[in-house]
């Protein structure tokens, strides 16, 4: 049976509506490897445009980078999980480090987040990674289990297995970032997986990324990481050949690891 490499991206605070589309156009005329599963989390403005720019039937999931707990109401400045929905999502990214260090996003708001997207029948996506102080003192493992947890708190053992959980240790992302190796990461990975399989009575989560200064040169070694089943990336996937490069690394490995 073939293995399912994630290759997903988030764009961030990038692209414009012309530069989503041209982006999208790009990739619906792309073939995709087998055995990956590609997701795009444009900007909220931008969603329903590269929607509608791929094929009904296209195999690239589309999803938002943030929503609000909430059904609908007195927000302001957000969206709910149904109007993400109904703009294309199929996923809902929350926890990243960015949002919690900006805006105040906290373990107790991610796991609101997460029962509200498997109401509305999304897909969360949760991240979750250690700050540099914690990693140098010797807690990583301790401190992403925690996040976990907190994050998988409102749901049912059996709604584990519907979630992605995205390792993205704080010191390697973005600009500033220094890339994670795979020794540093698979200690890390292990325990998500196993906190995952004993919140899911023993089914872990659907997906387990890893994310975080992510590129061409250290995405095949990174893919290596027996728990890691896929990839989410910032900066080297925003031009479209630079995801089709990414795709094209999970495709070999999905297809070195075929049993
Ligand atoms: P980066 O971003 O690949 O640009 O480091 C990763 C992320 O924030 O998910």
């Not at 791929?54 to 609908?72: C, K, M, R, T």
């Not at 999502?89 to 929350?94: D, K, S």
């Not at 996506?125 to 990583?140: F, H, K, M, S, T």
């Not at 325990?191 to 061409?216: D, H, K, P």
């Amino acid at each position: 049976m073939a293995a399912v490499v994630w290759i997903g991206t988030s764009w961030k605070m990038t692209k414009t509506l012309g530069e989503s589309r041209a982006f999208a156009r790009s990739l619906a005329a792309a073939p995709v490897p087998e055995g990956v599963q590609p997701f795009v989390l444009p900007a909220h403005t931008s969603l329903a445009a590269v929607r509608d720019c791929l094929p009904e039937d296209s195999p690239v999931l589309l999803g938002v980078q943030n929503a609000h707990w909430a059904p609908e109401g007195a927000a302001t400045g957000e969206i709910s999980m149904r109007m993400a929905a109904d703009a294309g999502a199929r996923l809902v990214e929350m926890g990243h480090s960015e949002r919690r260090e900006q805006f105040c996003e906290t373990d107790d708001s991610v796991s609101r987040k997460a029962r509200a997207a498997l109401d509305a029948g999304l897909v969360p996506l949760v991240c979750v990674g250690e700050p540099a102080a914690v990693r140098d003192a010797g807690q990583a493992e301790e401190f992403v289990t925690a996040q976990v947890r907190a994050a998988l708190s409102r749901l049912l053992a059996e709604e584990v297995a519907d979630t992605i959980v995205a390792y993205e240790p704080v010191w390697a992302i973005g600009e500033a970032g220094r890339p994670a190796t795979r020794a540093e990461v698979s200690p890390v990975t292990a325990a998500i997986a196993r906190e995952s399989e004993r919140l899911g009575g023993g089914r872990g989560c659907r997906a387990l990324l890893y994310g975080g200064s992510v590129s061409v040169d250290n995405a095949t070694v990174l893919l290596e990481d027996p728990h890691t089943s896929g990839l989410f990336v910032g900066r080297a996937a925003w031009e479209v050949e630079g995801f089709q490069a990414l795709m094209a690394i999970g495709g070999a490995h999905a297809a070195r690891v075929d049993i």
